[in-house]
C-alpha cells in the first residue's frame, strides 16, 4: 500500500541522507517459535537483506540471541 507521507531512510547513526526512499508498506502476520504479531512494515529494497526489525520492537519483545548459530528466542 503507497504511504501518504513518504519519507527518507536514515543511516544506523541518524544521518539523514540514505539513497533509500520509503514509499510503500504493507501488513505482516510476523510468526516467530509459535508467537504471533501483526505489524506494519515499510519497503524498502535492500538487495538481498529479508528483514530488519525496528529497534523499539527489539527493545519490547527483549530478544534472547545465539549469534554462533543465528537464532533468536522471544
Given amino acids: 500500500m503507497p504511504l501518504l507521507k513518504p519519507f527518507d531512510t536514515f543511516s544506523a547513526d541518524r544521518i539523514k541522507g540514505s539513497k533509500y ?15 504471533i504479531e501483526n505489524i506494519d512494515v515499510v519497503i524498502i529494497d535492500f538487495n538481498g537483506i529479508d528483514m530488519f526489525l525496528e529497534y523499539n ?4 519483545h527483549d530478544l534472547e540471541v545465539n549469534w554462533k548459530k543465528a537464532q533468536f528466542s522471544l
Fill in 21 to 35: 526512499k520509503v514509499t510503500q508498506f504493507v501488513l505482516l502476520k510476523l510468526k516467530i517459535n509459535g508467537y
Fill in 57 to 60: 520492537w527489539l527493545v519490547k
